[in-house]
């Protein structure tokens, strides 16, 4: 469904910040991606959600080489991919039912089903009282929630999540993951960024580690190998992991 081959990207004339990446996502699998400040997750989303075009390397997004497509086939594949920005990206001359209802709109749908369905997805995020108010007038919590039900509303193939609970309390950040879980359950392949290595462990999922641009794959449960690990020179008091470190 998605597949990387070598792919790097820079941007502009600097240094690649991601190297080498090669993965496949098959449909249906949910997985976190994970790494210290700088280690290149947005950069990879970016790249996932067609907002970057790749150094070097192949891309295959739902079948597709990305890197042969036209200009107007672009807009067709994204509107299969949801997408929860670390900085929301809300429309602020709308309200939050206005905003999560966009995606429903754009594809086409009308009428009060659309309402109905906007208000059950934002009273489930915990925001029954925030449905007239427009993005301005919200606390960084609420705009994350508003930000998540717009890019879960229409049920995307895909979904791309930069820091979700980033903002929320951690019994927020828990109801939230099994949203995306439970959509997950539904058949959207499921990728999200986080630091929060407690809600990893809890949602036990795989994890695509970035470290320095570079990726490793990793089952439930395992941890990265750091570069001092596995080198020759074991030092006697352990270093601490990259998710300490982030
Ligand atoms: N718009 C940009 N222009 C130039 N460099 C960038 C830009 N965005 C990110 N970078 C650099 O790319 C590297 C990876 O950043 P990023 O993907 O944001 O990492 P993460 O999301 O894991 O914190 C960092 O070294 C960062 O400074
Ligand atoms: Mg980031």
Redesign the pocket.
Known sequence: MIRFENVGMR??M?AE?LKDITFELSPGSFHFLT?P????????LRLMYLAHRPSRGTITMFGQDVGALDRKALPRLRRRIGVVFQDFRLLDHLTAVENVALPLKIAGGRGPEIEEHVQELLSWVGLEHRMASRPSTLSGGEKQRVAIARAVINRPDLLLADEPTGNVDPEMAERLMHLFVELNKLGTTTVI?THDMSLVRKIGASRMH?HDGRLQLLGAGESPISPIDAGALRPTTSPPGPEERA
């Open positions: 941007y502009g600097g910040v790494g400040s700088g280690a290149g997750k947005t950069s990879l960024a970035l």
